[in-house]
């Protein structure tokens, strides 16, 4: 008869990344795929939202798909070959060009937010299948619900501060967050709303005391809750 705790332990250590040559192949074809999917995603953009796709150089998306591969790898180090991994994978993807969008024209399309919840839910439903752990996606569920309230409330109560595309943003990313656990959600939303209110700050001071009209707090909402989900046990 097999011993639970010694199986339990077996388990844990395979999750972990092991540095062997195959661990490090493993890190660098998910990353590279990350980067062609940010390719794809970028010819995706152009013909579905040419508005905002604008006229991209080709350092533009050199640096796009560069970043999309570092986080792409990093997924692949926190996560190894699990269920979870491609969902987190197309996170980075939708997150990197959501970031992207958000600075230049400070909007978050319902036309990436909406299909980025939707396929969170799928693909997590499915992990949360194979791995017969149904209580994360109940748990994903609640998270992307309360911070999605969250943040519908403190955008109701700051004025020029936080705007619905942020407020619907909240919504997938609390999916993926509490999706891992509440700590991570918690941690994810909270360091998200204080690192677009000291990007706000930087503003303030750069521009002479003059707040701009918009503030995107979008990149920060996504480079926090990424942060939280790589280094957070």
């Known amino acids: 008869m097999s011993d639970p705790a010694a199986a339990g332990t077996v388990s844990l250590l395979s999750a972990q990344p092991l540095g062997s040559v195959a661990d ?32 991209p150089t080709v350092r533009t998306g050199i640096t796009t798909a560069a970043v999309t591969c570092v986080l792409s790898g990093l997924l692949a180090w926190r996560f190894g070959l699990s269920p979870e991994l491609p969902a987190y994978v197309l996170l980075a993807v939708a997150g990197v060009q959501l970031a992207r969008i958000d600075l230049i024209h400070h909007l978050l399309p319902n036309r990436m937010v909406l299909p980025l919840l939707g396929a969170g839910l799928v693909l997590l439903g499915a992990a949360a299948g194979v791995s017969g752990e149904a209580g994360n996606l109940l748990r994903g569920v609640a998270g992307g619900l309360i911070l999605f309230i969250s943040y519908l409330i403190l955008a109701l109560a700051s004025r020029n501060g936080l705007g619905m595309g942020d407020v619907k943003l909240a919504a997938p990313l609390g999916l993926y967050l509490g999706y891992l656990g509440w700590s991570h959600l918690f941690y994810g939303g909270a360091l998200g709303f204080v690192a677009g209110g000291v990007v706000s700050v930087l503003l303030v001071l750069k521009n002479r005391g003059n707040k701009p009209e918009e503030v995107p707090y979008g990149p920060s909402m996504l480079a926090a809750g990424l942060a939280v989900i790589l280094l957070l046990p």
């Open 24 to 55: 490090v192949l493993f890190i660098v074809g998910v990353g590279l795929a990350g980067a062609c999917l940010g390719l794809f995603a970028d010819i995706f953009i152009k013909r579905a939202l040419p508005r905002l796709a604008g006229s």
